[in-house]
């Protein structure tokens, strides 16, 4: 899956941020939000995504079946002050079986990218994608088999929380320097992808409180 996604999604987009907060919300998933976001490229069709609330809060629900597409906005964040990556998160329906570091099987149930451009053309964009495994054990990261520059890095996986809401979270800037070996003071992206455009298979999933945090 991949392919260039991660290096054309963020192209129309810029959200400033305050730098000196403590908590820096990425996703409002609201109706005014929601037409503000970029589209990425599609795969064999788009992903169906869906607003909704819960006593939590907001939330955006994602469908897709043999296909598969992203939705993400450009944001600087400033790793210096808010390096940790919070996650809230459910998959109904996984992909189990499939091998996810596969061309044929590289598909997630949900994922969340965070991207840092690293030289003056997209081609040298790099990416983390934080995922939601159907089939590897937290920890886990290899790089995507369509590009080296994204690195898919399991943080939750449907073997222990399957239909479950789960809340996780990471330090980017040390997982940039895990993943990719370079040192990142900011990023410049975040997108959330669902897509089973490889496996041919459903998955299901609901994404929310996405933010930053200092600690």
Sequence with gaps: ?????????????????????????????????????????KYKGETTWTLGSNEKGNFIKAEAEGKGSGLGKEIKIDLLKTPFINITWKVEKDLSGIIE??????DYA???????KTGSTALSNRAINYVFSSNNKVGKNSPSPYTKKSI?????TTQENLDK???VKSNVKEDFMKLHGINVEDISGVAIMTDTDNSKLKAISYYQDIYFSAK
């Design 165 to 167: 809401w789960v809340t």
């Design 110 to 116: 949900a994922r969340v990218f965070v991207i840092k």
């Design 1 to 41: 899956m991949l392919r260039n996604f991660i290096i054309t999604i963020f192209s129309s987009f810029l959200l400033l941020t305050n730098v000196n907060a403590e908590k820096i919300t990425v996703f409002d998933f609201t109706d005014e939000e929601f037409n503000t976001l970029k589209v990425g490229k």
């Design 152 to 156: 898919d890095y399991v943080l939750s």
């Design 101 to 106: 570091n596969s061309k044929k099987g590289h």
